[in-house]
Structures are given as C-alpha cells and as structure tokens.
C-alpha cells in the first residue's frame, strides 16, 4: 500500500510513533495489584460507580487502571504533538528551554501569508492539547511572551496552537492582561489543523494524518517485540482469587469485599477479614496487600 502523507515519510512517522510509546515509560508497566492500590483507591467510590453506572467488576477496575495510567499520559500526547513537526519542512523544533522557549518555529524565506493578508517570514508557536489547560495567570503570561517577540522582530507573528480547540480556527487572539482586554492581528489563536495547512500546503493534512495514525500504532506495537512494551495487568485474577477465599455465597459481595480491603485492609471490622484470609492462604494477593498495608501504617 502507497504512503498517504506527502508532508512527512512513512519512514519518519513511524519512528515518531514509536517515539511517542516509549515516552509512556512505566505507565507501561503491568499493574499488579500493590501497584494498583499505591494510592490506595477509594473502594467506596468504586463501589458506587459500578452500581449506578451498571459496569462489570472487569470494567470497573479497567477503568481505574485507565485512569491512574491516563493522569500524566498528556505529557506524552504533547510530545506528539510537538515533535512531528521536526520533520515537516520550514518548521523547527527547539530543544526544551531554548530559543525562547518556543515549541515549534515556523519560517519560510518567501513568506507566510496571514488570514487578514500581512505576510511575515516567522511563526514562533505556543503549542497546548486543549483549549482550556491555560488559566487567566497562565494565558496572561504567554500573551505578554508573545508581545514581546513582536517587539524583538515585527516580521514574525506568534501563535497558540492548541490541539483540542473549540472549533477550527485561526483568529486573533483575545485575552485578559492585568485586567484589560487585549489582542493582536499577528498574536493567533490556532487549531491544529489549521497549523496543519498552514505549514504543509494541504488543507486536510491533519485529517490525513489521523486516519494513517491507527494503522502505524498498531504495526508499530506488533512489530515491536521487546522494544515495545504491552501491559498485562492481573488485577482482576488477583481480585478474584482474594473473592474465592471470602465466607459467602455471593460472588458480587465477595468481589466487593476484596475491592473493600483495597482500602479498608486495617479498619475495624475489615482487618479481622484480612487477617483471616491471609491465614488461609499463603503467598497470595491479599497477603501482599496487607503486608503492604502494614509497612505503610506499621501496624502489628
């Protein structure tokens, strides 16, 4: 099959998709169940969350763990965001902390025509993944960066890209500073994929990209072998064998009783349960949990 992308090599995608993974680092690592419970879950919430929402325990605790790994994957999705332009001609991507700390620079020595007709040479872009990460302190303060590039050098304009924008969009920025109400035709605000056109020429670029994405993810993770790391987690085989050990009949409430001792491992009540399982069975998932628990809270 022929490469769809002519801004960017199939080649050099595929190395920045791969990129991307490993900067998941340890939020690929499998979770077990300690890992799972590190900051210790709120059962009670789970408890709740799977009633109303009328989920499986599978779901549930998947859905947890999607959420513990997902707090810093933006980090990551950033990057993504950021670097690919290191390989589309015209624009570069500094180095963190340098050249003004701009994410991407965009410079063509023909000109770059801006929507209200001013042409300049160079973009100095802000990049975000959504449109609203930034709060009034945060936009202020890139705004005054922004103000004062324009002052450096009044043949650029500067631009917030933001990956995740209302709508497509390239239009004056307008914002907030020191209280007063302020914008600039050369300070934009930007979606990706109108970044996207503006630096590859092509209108759908972004679109293009998204749809070649799922394919090169996938090869990338299947072809990677022990280069790419794929997470098993065995959470719910250890929950399910803490359940098997509990004193009843009812296999949702012993699920939610092992999901209980997440949390609750030395409470009253609760620690004599624990306390009886792991008598009963040795080197199995609760005894961690509560081995852990007592190194975390010393208890005896």
């Known amino acids: 099959m022929s490469w769809e992308l002519s801004f960017i090599s199939e080649k050099d995608f595929t190395n920045h998709v791969k990129d991307t993974i490993d900067k998941y680092g340890e939020k690929l690592e499998s979770f077990d ?5 590190k900051n210790i879950v709120d059962p009670i919430k789970m408890i709740f969350d799977k009633t109303v929402y009328q989920t499986s325990w599978d779901e549930i605790v998947g859905n947890e763990i999607f959420r ?35 994410d991407v620079i965009f ?23 959504k449109h609203n990460t930034m709060n009034s302190a945060a936009a202020g303060k890139t705004y005054i960066k922004m103000q004062s590039q324009l002052l450096d050098d009044d043949d ?7 990956a995740i924008a209302k ?33 590859t020429g092509q209108e759908d670029a972004f679109y293009k990209m998204c749809m070649v994405l799922p394919k090169v993810i996938e090869k990338v993770v299947n072809e990677g072998g022990e280069d790419v790391k794929v997470p098993h987690d065995s959470v719910m085989s250890e929950l399910r064998r803490i359940a098997e050990e509990m004193d009843t009949d009812d296999e949702n409430l012993a699920m939610a009783l092992a999901v209980y001792l997440l949390g609750f491992s030395t409470y009253n009540g609760f620690s004599k349960v624990a306390g009886n399982v792991v008598d009963d069975v040795d080197e199995n998932a609760l005894k961690r949990i509560y081995e852990y628990a007592k190194r975390i809270v010393n208890i005896r």
């Open 33 to 37: 169940i300690v890992r799972f419970n």
């Open 68 to 102: 513990q790994r997902d707090k810093s994957n933006n980090n990551d999705i950033g990057y993504f965001h950021q670097r690919i332009f290191q390989y589309i001609n015209n624009c570069h991507v500094p180095d963190n902390g340098t050249e003004g700390g701009w």
């Open 107 to 129: 410079q063509v020595p023909e000109g770059i025509t801006l929507p209200e007709g001013d042409i300049v040479h160079t973009v100095y872009v802000e990049m975000k993944n």
């Open 156 to 162: 650029c304009a500067c631009f917030l890209v933001e």
């Open 167 to 199: 709508k497509s969009q390239n239009i004056k920025w307008a914002t907030t500073v020191d209280g007063k109400s302020v914008s600039h035709k050369k300070i934009r605000r930007v979606s990706l994929d109108q970044f996207y056109a503006l630096v």
